[in-house]
């Protein structure tokens, strides 16, 4: 689902106008992002949780150039979705697209 289909789906839900919709998402993404920075971490009850992870920098390895190459320092954002969600969306059929 793109933000775009989101925000379509929400104004449907919720029987308001786009712009508001776009608004509403646009403010939950903001509100997940601020608290990522100041806390490092977001706990949506009954969604899951955002968490800043921290990488030391270390060795790997380029296949392609077939080298060792030193990867910096860095930050990921972990989401680990709350385990009633999770088993809820496991639990599914897996239909292919043929």
Same mark, same amino acid.
């Given at each position: 689902m793109t933000r775009t289909e989101m925000i379509r789906r929400y104004a449907e839900i919720q029987c308001c106008s786009y712009e508001m919709a776009a608004d509403a998402i646009d403010t939950v993404i903001t509100l997940?992002? $601020?608290g990522? $920075?100041?806390?490092?971490?977001?706990?949506i009850k009954y969604f899951g949780n955002f968490k800043v992870k921290s990488f030391k920098a270390h060795k790997g390895y380029d296949f392609t150039e077939k080298k060792s190459i030193q990867i910096p320092a860095h930050n990921v954002i972990r989401f680990t979705p709350c385990e009633a969600w999770r088993k809820e969306v496991l639990r599914k059929e897996i239909h292919k697209n043929d």
């Open positions: 997940i992002s $601020e990522l $920075e100041q806390d490092g971490k977001v706990s």
